[in-house]
């Protein structure tokens, strides 16, 4: 699967530009639909299927939102989170954590952190689709 694809047309980022999504999840079908969901509604999407890519990707590209599952190889959600609020340049990205897992150990990191929600796996798309929206208008990235 490629790791960039990106859609040139339909929602708008307050600077004008497109919207570009990053999504993490090791599960390649989740990613896919992701991915085909933030494209049909006109988003630019960044793909990756572990943390270290994610990581990479977010600092090359510099998405206004980021998606990442907890449980990844190579580096968690949570370390990827980690890693970008440490970097200057993509410290201000949100992101919202897509999980199967809320343990006690995981759910504070998430609930204390800014710029950060969580959705349960599964999730609803709609409810997603709706808090990325939130996210995006929300905390724009300029």
Do not use: W
Not at 12 to 31: C, M, R
Not at 99 to 121: C, F, M, Q, W
């Amino acid at each position: 699967m490629p790791a960039y694809n990106p859609n040139e047309t339909g929602d708008f980022a307050p600077s004008g530009e497109p919207s570009q999504i990053l999504i993490a999840d090791d599960d390649p079908a989740i990613v896919r639909l992701l991915e085909e969901n933030f494209r049909e509604q006109g988003h630019r999407v960044l793909c990756a299927y572990d943390g270290q890519m994610a990581v990479r990707l977010a600092r090359q590209h510099h998405p206004q939102l980021a998606i990442l599952d907890v449980n990844m190889p190579m580096t968690s959600g949570l370390k990827a989170l980690e890693y970008l609020r440490a970097a200057e340049d993509t410290s201000r990205i949100p992101v919202i954590f897509i999980t199967g897992e809320l343990s006690k150990d995981v759910y504070p990191l998430i609930d204390g952190a800014a710029r950060v929600a969580h959705v349960k796996k599964p999730f609803e798309l709609d409810s997603l689709n709706s808090l990325v929206t939130q996210f995006l208008s929300q905390y724009p990235i300029v």
